[in-house]
């Protein structure tokens, strides 16, 4: 029977620019199974296609743009098309916000702030987003992930910024990416019927959402979560790594 498969990136397919071994090969067979393959990242950084690039880059799997659930694309689904909005975020945000019909806009009286990963933020964009959101504007994180891993120590995430935004202003934002609502409805528009699984390296975010929605879950020991370490929601399975998951599925 098929399955829907949602695989977590960061700490799942890859760390950094650095495949998990295996990824690759494992991606190709489950998909010559006949499963389809979903990919949900809180990672805003790229567009989908910049996404499905990297995927084919780094574990030579050839990911398509539309298997591709980002939180940037998920935070896209809650912005007005008739909104002005200010950006933190990189190329996935801006494509969201692109693609949602909205306005973009640099200055402090935009009606809607939206915040992702930034690798140029500064004291400058701090200032303007946390004006905007103080005077009323409709605030919207891409994610809360306070951290991501890298192959040599966790980085900041967007959730860092987010803190940032939020401090300065005194307002909490709406969360877009996993394990919320928003998330959860745009991977069911890219669901088929049958079984679904979710695979992923954080409780807080992947094995959440799986809980919620009452899908089965996989947690692996490739990212951020040590091996053996407890966990709350408890996965289905745990598993060594992604190699693992073909003999997971019944
Ligand atoms: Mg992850």
Same mark, same amino acid.
């Given at each position: 029977m098929?399955s829907n498969?949602?695989f977590?990136?960061?700490?799942?397919v890859?760390?950094?620019?650095h495949a998990v071994?295996?990824?690759g090969?494992?991606?190709?067979?489950l998909?010559?199974a006949?499963?389809n393959i979903v990919?949900?990242t809180n990672?805003s950084?790229?567009?989908?296609?910049q996404?499905?690039e990297k995927?084919r880059?780094?574990t030579?799997?050839a990911?398509?743009?539309?298997?591709?659930?980002?939180s940037?694309?998920?935070?896209?689904?809650?912005?007005d098309?008739?909104a002005? $909005?200010?950006?933190v975020? &990189?190329?996935?945000?801006?494509?969201?916000? +692109? #693609?949602s019909?909205?306005?973009?806009v @640099?200055?402090i009286?935009?009606?809607t702030v939206v915040?992702?990963?930034?690798?140029?933020?500064?004291y400058?964009?701090?200032d303007?987003?946390s004006?905007?959101?103080r005077?009323?504007a409709?605030?919207?994180?891409t994610?809360?992930d306070v951290?991501y891993?890298?192959?040599?120590?966790?980085?900041?995430?967007a959730g860092?910024?987010?803190?940032?935004?939020?401090?300065?202003?005194?307002? $909490?934002?709406v969360?877009? &990416?996993k394990?919320?609502?928003t998330?959860? +409805? #745009?991977?069911?528009?890219?669901?088929? @019927?049958g079984p679904?699984?979710m695979?992923?390296d954080?409780p807080?975010?992947d094995?959440?959402m799986?809980d919620?929605?009452?899908?089965?879950s996989?947690?692996v020991d490739?990212?951020?979560t040590?091996?053996?370490?407890a966990v709350?929601?408890e996965p289905?399975?745990?598993?060594g790594?992604?190699?693992e998951v073909?003999?997971l599925?019944?």
């Amino acid at each position: 029977m098929m399955s829907n498969l949602i695989f977590d990136l960061d700490g799942v397919v890859y760390l950094g620019d650095h495949a998990v071994a295996g990824a690759g090969e494992t991606l190709e067979r489950l998909d010559a199974a006949g499963h389809n393959i979903v990919f949900c990242t809180n990672n805003s950084s790229r567009t989908r296609a910049q996404c499905a690039e990297k995927i084919r880059r780094v574990t030579g799997y050839a990911a398509r743009p539309d298997q591709i659930a980002s939180s940037a694309m998920a935070a896209g689904t809650l912005i007005d098309p008739a909104a002005r $909005v200010l950006r933190v975020g &990189g190329d996935g945000v801006a494509e969201a916000i +692109k #693609l949602s019909g909205a306005s973009e806009v @640099s200055e402090i009286e935009a009606d809607t702030v939206v915040v992702g990963i930034d690798f140029s933020f500064d004291y400058d964009l701090l200032d303007r987003a946390s004006a905007a959101v103080r005077n009323g504007a409709t605030f919207i994180a891409t994610n809360r992930d306070v951290t991501y891993p890298s192959r040599e120590r966790l980085r900041p995430g967007a959730g860092s910024i987010v803190a940032a935004v939020e401090a300065a202003s005194g307002v $909490v934002p709406v969360n877009a &990416g996993k394990p919320e609502l928003t998330m959860r +409805k #745009l991977l069911e528009q890219m669901l088929v @019927s049958g079984p679904v699984m979710m695979i992923g390296d954080r409780p807080d975010t992947d094995l959440a959402m799986a809980d919620v929605e009452g899908w089965r879950s996989v947690l692996v020991d490739t990212g951020v979560t040590p091996a053996g370490a407890a966990v709350t929601p408890e996965p289905t399975h745990r598993v060594g790594s992604i190699v693992e998951v073909p003999g997971l599925i019944r």
